[in-house]
């Protein structure tokens, strides 16, 4: 059973509806939170809250409905930035109106700290995999490197690194060491 968290978010209901009007499904005080509750497994109270009262639901449960009901659209939307559209107000562009850029700082502080720790990571290990030890390259080269991905993910909307870019950047910081 899909329940919800608890936490109220500014206008999330009003994106939530917006995604189930793309969707098709029937118009809110006309069988919208029955028809929510009976497809993924919720209460009709549950989906109320989801669809009138900005309380969404968990999560997972969130990236479920998303991905279902975006993979039954005749358009190729990113699941992960609906999400964040869906949770956070003024964070990401309407991903249906195809601005998609996020503002970093904008970002509630978990998904700023995830980001920035996939750079990271991903930096790392594709170092190692191109078998360059980036201890040995200057402070201010690599904190281009880091700078240089965080701003292209920031820039494209993406909530993963770009790993060609990664490369790219550490086989030219390479070279020029």
Sequence with gaps: MIKSTGRKLDSFSKRFNYLLDQAGFPPVGEGRAKALADRFGGSKSGAQNWIGKDLPPKRDSLRLIV????????????????????????????????????????????????????????????????????????????????????????????????????TSLLQLAAKSA
């Design 67 to 166: 991905t279902t009901l975006l993979s039954e659209l005749d358009a190729n939307y990113d699941a992960s930035q609906v999400v964040v559209w869906l949770e956070n107000d003024n964070v990401v562009d309407d991903p249906f109106s195809g601005n998609d850029t996020i503002d970093i700082n904008k970002l509630p502080i978990e998904s700023k700290h995830s980001l920035l720790s996939k750079v990271y990571i991903s930096v790392h290990n594709i170092a190692k995999q191109e078998g360059i030890d980036i201890y040995t390259l200057a402070d201010h080269v690599m904190d281009h490197v880091y700078n240089s991905v965080i701003q292209q993910a920031v820039e494209s909307g993406k909530t993963d690194p770009d790993p060609y870019l990664i």
